[in-house]
């Protein structure tokens, strides 16, 4: 059974920083492209950023500039680093993943069960 766990949500102040992590576990083979998306009350899902194996990161426009997504394969993990951070970057932010399981051997896409970020004074 494959999982992904997210972690480092919480409340901050405007302008301040949140780094928020995701690590996979399970029967793992490969992990691919791994993303992070965020939801706000009554919105969609939305791209934040991507992180392709050995390749370069994406971003959405307006968190371009001021948030970093990295990996570090040798856990398993994907982080995002959050600077300068608005009230409109509140959100449920949900980690993302296409994973082979050993189980299967096929791309499965994975979510993690979220971390809520709120950007309040």
């Known amino acids: 059974q494959v999982r992904l766990v997210e972690s480092g949500g919480g409340l901050v102040q405007p302008g301040g920083s949140l780094r928020l992590s995701c690590a996979a576990s399970g029967s793992i083979y490969s992990i691919h492209t791994m993303r992070w998306y965020r939801q706000a009350p009554g919105k969609q899902r939305d791209l934040v950023a991507a992180m392709p194996t050995g390749g370069f990161p994406d971003y959405a426009e307006s968190v371009k500039g001021r948030f970093t997504i990295s990996r570090d394969d040798a856990k398993n993990a994907v982080y995002l680093q959050m600077t300068s951070l608005k009230p409109e970057d509140t959100a449920v932010y949900y980690c993302?993943?296409?994973?082979?399981?050993?189980?299967?051997?096929?791309?499965?896409?994975?979510w993690g069960q979220g971390t809520q970020v709120t950007v309040s004074s």
């Open positions: 993302n993943a296409v994973i082979v399981p050993r189980t299967g051997m096929t791309f499965d896409d994975y």
